[in-house]
């Protein structure tokens, strides 16, 4: 039996009418960027998340540095963000010219709130939480130190749909929330797409008025701003999926359970989930420090498996400006050294996860 990493075919499949239907009827209406697609697919999004505005993106980067930007964060100002994330997050920080600031993560891959603090100087202006491969951050102590220090708070959401911290849904506990809906994320579009959430309306009109080159009105700019804009036929597709969602994350959640409940094998350590935070299970990620056997048995098997994520930010080539050596953020780069992502995707069929079970029990 092979068993990719990931299967995008089967959610497609699962609602191909719903989304044929959609596609179709918005190729037909002539109507292709900022329309009534965007508008419903913003109205709706926000109020599943539970914030009062949404502002439709051309990408989960865009969300970042476009969050960054009407926050008024730049050059000389210092942002924290955990060492581990995807490198998304860290440029959506450099691209408006200010400075990441790593902290370690804690044993569940998220933001150790525990090193926060030691990290904060006269230059910190935020903090970016990423709820990382789909477990919600202990949000509680983040937003204690934001009130304290006075610091902006933006949330990664990227791989966090619908997970709550005490019920709380992530991307509303600080200034913005950032979102990605590239294909492969708990809530995908069939191309790239992004979004913020926000409950403050001038963060939500600075937003809009960014992602259409700076400007409120037709050919009136008043700031330098991007094309950044969600179009009508991925708001369409992402309104099909969003109708949706509460079963696509209950079958994460149970098969995410299933591989906690079934997998025993020494030379494997099992995701944990901290109390109070919600896992929606992005990736269901375990380590090994055998993992270059593990991978290669594993590929015999034809199962796949991806590392989420081999390099951290602050080696990589891009981030050599930063001078930072190896060694610097020691539990990052163990994670870096042993992470693997086993299969995990909407439509994952009792058997197939069957497979994978055993095939990892007998290694
Ligand atoms: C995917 C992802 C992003 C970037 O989103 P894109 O839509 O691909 O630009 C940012 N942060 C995290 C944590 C991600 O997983």
Known sequence: MKIMANRLDRGFERYQEELESKALEVLRSGWYVLGKEVESFEREFASHVGARYCVGLASGLDALWLAFRVLGIGKGDEVIVQANTYIASVMGITINGATPVFVEPDQYFNMDVDKIEEKITAKTKAILVVHLYGQASRMDKVVDL??????????????????????????????????????????????DAGAIVTNDEKLAADMRMYRNYGSEKRYYNKVVGANSRLDELQAGLLRVRLSHMEELTAERKKLGERYLRELRNEEITLPGIAEGCDHVWHQFVIRCNRREELIQYLAEREIGTIIHYPIPPHLSEAYGYLGYQKGAYPITERYADTVLSIPMYNGMTEEEQSFVIEALNGF
């Open 146 to 191: 934001c009130r304290k220090y006075k610091l902006r708070l933006v949330e990664d959401c990227a791989q966090s749909h619908d997970s709550c911290f005490q019920g709380k849904a992530t991307g509303t506990f600080g200034d913005i929330g950032c979102f990605s809906f590239y294909p492969s994320k708990n809530l995908g579009a069939f191309g």
